[in-house]
């Protein structure tokens, strides 16, 4: 089932529950949805990988608005950001552990034939792809960093 309709359905759901929390997540994550579908040079649905890079985009966006609400002491708009990140995150992949991110790295590390930090481009450029959404961009870099010193 395609990201667009497990939301619709969920969208349902919440109604149904009367959860306006979690409904008005879902109805940002449609229309982020239809937004990315119908932009100039789209032609219908989202492939998988788009639909992990949308949502990992506003997963990151809800986290850093909720950090400056926090900053400035705004609990109120911190708390409707992380309950908005929460349901996001629902519909991304597992997040790996730094012991299955190392081993994922060192296997890609091993298909590229990369051997020295001069390599980390070739490495970055394989695993931003494979592990978009399951790591984060600076916990990926830091890991081939380390592995490739």
Not at 89 to 106: G, M
């Amino acid at each position: 089932m395609s990201l667009k309709k497990r939301i619709e359905e969920d969208i349902k759901n919440a109604m149904k529950a009367q959860d306006k929390d979690r409904l008005r997540a879902l109805r940002a994550i449609k229309s982020l949805i239809l937004l990315a579908e119908t932009a100039e040079g789209r032609s219908g649905e989202l492939t998988p990988e788009e639909e992990i890079r949308l949502l990992v985009k506003a997963a990151k966006q809800r986290k850093d608005s909720a950090d400056i609400y926090g900053q400035q002491g705004r609990t109120d708009l911190q708390a409707v950001e992380l309950g908005e990140l929460a349901v996001i995150e629902e519909y991304l992949p597992k997040k790996l552990s730094q012991d299955e991110l190392k081993a994922r790295l060192q296997e890609i590390i091993q298909r590229v034939g990369a051997a020295s930090a001069k390599d980390m481009g070739k490495v970055m450029g394989v695993a931003t792809k494979e592990l978009e959404g399951q790591a984060d961009g600076k916990q990926i870099a830091a890991m081939v960093k380390e592995l490739l010193s």
